[in-house]
């Protein structure tokens, strides 16, 4: 564009909005070993491995191209035990909470619920809050054989 733009003014842009870039692709790919390592959800070991050994950008580009060395293997199975699924890797100070059934289905069919936003905890946050005794004195729950409230308890 700005070649272009230097030679037959194409281009007349009053400004730009970019989804998910990738402006330089091994700066952008690589500030990853960074980024985790700054936040502590990786080793001094790993982030050397994942700066040295094989890096995100070379990891990416084994993957795409069918040929993924052992060694990148390694350091992304060592990054990805340290981070595990838990973790948002876009933004690492999010909540994570792994959804229940109900709250992935309104995910994935938002017109049979009428709910403005979904909480993907509250299936998991109720369980908690029904299985405090205090609450269930509260309520004069009567869990006669059950251990445990659960959403399919009887």
């Known amino acids: 564009m700005i070649e272009a733009n230097q030679k037959e003014k194409i281009f007349q842009l009053k400004g730009i909005a970019l989804g ?3 402006l330089e692709f091994a700066t952008d790919f690589n500030s990853r070993a960074e980024y985790f390592w700054s936040h502590g959800l990786i ?13 995100y950008s070379r990891y990416v580009s ?6 993924l060395s052992s ?3 390694l350091v992304m199975d060592q990054v990805n035990r340290e981070t595990s699924r838990f ?12 959804a229940s059934v109900l709250s992935q289905s309104m ?4 017109q049979q619920h009428v709910f403005k936003s979904i909480d993907v905890c509250v299936e998991d946050e ?6 405090r005794k205090d609450v269930q004195e509260a309520i004069h729950a009567q869990l006669v054989g059950v251990s445990k409230w659960t959403v399919c308890s009887e």
């Open 87 to 98: 973790i948002d890797k876009y933004d690492v100070t999010l909540d994570v909470c792994i």
């Open 107 to 110: 995910i994935i069919s938002p």
């Open 43 to 55: 080793s001094d070991s790993t982030y050397k491995m994942f700066t040295s050994a094989c890096n």
């Open 62 to 67: 084994e993957y795409y191209r069918d040929s």
């Open 71 to 73: 060694i990148c293997s």
């Open 20 to 22: 998910n870039p990738v």
């Open 126 to 131: 109720t369980i908690k809050y029904l299985n």
